[in-house]
């Protein structure tokens, strides 16, 4: 599946991100015309975000914390020291060449106080210098065509719906100032999203109601200059060299006319949407005269030339075909809230299910996770409940876990398990498995319930509410006393003591969502109840085990086979 892309047009090359049907990571660097492969990064380096230099003989990109410089030519991959004792990542080239731009945090940083900032790298002199350095989450840099100003986003810690600023910064002169909006709405800033002079600059706006809107704003003055809205924006860009602007809608892509709101060209995304997103706005890359883009579920690489036809110039490696039944239904949890739950049957399913608990916490159930797809490769029946709080289910019940991280999202998951059990007549033993938050879930529910389920697994699991960083304001109730009492009741590192269940635990030794002291605590707060617990630490992996999935998958599916 590709998920990610980068071009640099001299050359006409193409770098791909793909990720494999195991979960990992590679990156494919590749010629337009020909098709040929000209250079690879392969998974150990676990790389995200590729960013052809200018002149189109190096790729930057981060992966483990780390960023790195990939040789096109000479196909080598090195780290950049620069960026040691930090945790990197989003960089960007500057427009000569000669520096990036990326966040960062300490990367000893376990409990998240220290939110990222971000960071210019001189590399012709080799320093860095901090840009930004306050308690907001600072990502997501771009540099303005002129070398001199970079845009970025901005979000603080201690709101519960923390919206996003936009943040213009100029490097030369150490300053930074906030792009005004009204009260309620939140700005994203995208890729392409300055003009050719560095004089204008280009950002989503949603207001409190929901309108979206695309704006374009004078730097000197932050005066309007342009805007549309529509909602079905889903992103939109600059187009190079052309007084020009392309809007991104859930089902086209239009080129308007800045002298006024004509749509000069459009393509229709039906049957190819929806466009893969990635967290820097759509997986796209603008040309003047070309724009690419990854489409059809990240199955397709598209090329469109501003004319009628836009054909698939790259096709992803097909996953194996699976066959199941997918079933959707709603349950009551403990509180009476409808949860969704999805549940994916194989043709011959085995006597032992697995309830499955996506992270985020608040990723969308995605039928796609390599780790649905293993199971049901193995014939193992799959329960996902939508718990409150994950997207997919309306704003209502995402923003329903507010306060209520690991206390009414874990109701979700016990309820979830208990209707399975009714439906199935109490007759077959269900297993539990969680990742990254669903792993903290998963340990909590475990704490709950002592018969529920045979075993539980947490892959890379959080240990704490308090190292989720960016969601630690909505955790907890708003009242002093009371998030002081709810600390200890939804902790896994104290309510741990209280699981009865068999555990097997995956984690990644350079993981700063929990450390191997915290996991290792865990295992003997069950084992000193007699209970067995196994722990497996990758020493040289990180959140999401890219590096070690096949042993992963080898050692769960064995473990696994204990309980059938």
């Known amino acids: 599946m590709f998920i990610d892309l980068d071009v640099h047009p001299h050359s006409n090359r193409m770098a791909i991100l793909q990720l494999l049907s195991n979960g990992s990571k590679n990156m494919v660097i590749h010629d337009i015309s020909s098709k040929s492969i000209v250079s690879e990064v392969g998974p150990h380096f676990i790389p995200q975000g590729p960013r052809f230099s200018p002149d189109g003989h190096r790729i930057s990109f981060f992966g483990d914390g780390n960023i790195y410089f990939h040789d096109v030519v000479m196909r080598s991959t090195t780290t950049i020291e620069n960026t040691s004792g930090q945790h990197a990542s ?284 293993h199971l049901l490769h193995k014939g193992y029946e799959v329960i996902c409940p939508v718990y409150r709080g994950q997207i997919g289910a309306g704003k209502e019940h995402q923003e329903a876990n507010i306060g209520e991280m690991g206390r009414a999202d874990v109701w979700d998951v016990m309820e979830s398990g208990l209707d399975w059990k009714r439906r199935t007549g109490y007759l077959r033993p269900l297993a539990l498995i969680g990742y990254s938050y669903g792993g903290l879930l998963t340990l909590l529910a475990l704490a709950d319930n002592a018969t529920l389920w045979v075993t539980g697994i947490t892959l890379w699991g959080v240990t704490d509410l308090d190292h989720l960083g960016f969601y630690k304001s909505r955790a907890y109730p708003s009242d002093p006393e009371q998030m002081e009492t709810e600390k200890n009741r939804r902790s896994p590192l104290i309510q741990s003591s209280r699981i009865q269940s068999p555990l097997l635990m995956f984690h990644g030794g350079q993981d700063t969502t929990s450390t191997n002291e915290e996991v290792q605590k865990i295992q003997n707060l069950i084992r000193a109840n007699g209970v067995p617990c196994e722990l497996t630490i990758f020493h040289d992996d990180t959140h999401g085990l890219k590096r070690h999935r096949q042993e992963m998958f080898s050692q769960l599916f064995e473990y696994l086979q204990k309980y059938e």
């Not at 600059?238 to 007084?243: A, C, I, L």
């Not at 403990?334 to 032992?352: A, C, S, T, W």
Request: glycine content about 6%; some cysteine; aromatic content about 10%.
């Open 90 to 373: 989003f960089c960007e080239w500057s427009p000569d060449g000669n520096s990036l731009v990326y966040n960062a945090y300490p990367a000893n940083n376990t409990d998240r106080k220290i939110p990222p900032n971000i960071y210019h790298i001189d590399l012709l002199r080799n320093i860095r210098h901090q840009v930004t350095d306050n308690d907001a989450v600072d990502r997501f840099p771009q540099w303005s065509p002129n070398g001199r100003l970079v845009v970025f986003h901005r979000q603080y810690l201690d709101s519960p719906n923390p919206l996003k600023q936009i943040i213009i910064a100029d490097i030369q002169k150490g300053t930074e100032f906030i792009v005004p909006g009204d009260s309620g709405c939140s700005h994203e800033s995208g890729r392409f999203c300055w003009s050719d002079d560095s004089n204008s600059f280009l950002i989503k706006e949603v207001q409190a109601n929901g309108s979206v809107a695309l704006k374009i704003l004078r730097v000197e003055d932050m005066n309007l200059l342009w805007s549309i809205t529509s909602p079905d924006i889903i992103g939109g860009a600059f187009r190079p060299g052309m007084n020009q602007v392309l809007c991104m809608f859930k089902h086209e892509i239009a080129v308007y006319s800045l002298n006024d709101q004509t749509a000069i060209h459009k393509i229709s995304l039906i049957g190819y949407s929806p466009i893969m997103q990635t967290l820097r706005g759509p997986a796209w890359y603008v040309e003047r005269e070309r724009l690419f883009y990854i489409a059809h579920r990240g199955k397709q690489v598209h090329q469109w030339d501003y004319a009628d036809d836009c054909p698939c110039i790259f096709q992803a490696e097909e996953w194996p075909r699976l066959n199941y039944q997918r079933e959707k239904y709603t349950i009551l949890s403990r509180d009476g809230k409808q949860v969704p739950v999805l549940r994916l049957i194989p043709d011959e399913p085995k006597h032992l299910a697995v309830e499955f608990i996506f992270g985020g916490p608040s990723a969308p159930i995605d039928e796609g996770n390599p780790i649905i797809r």
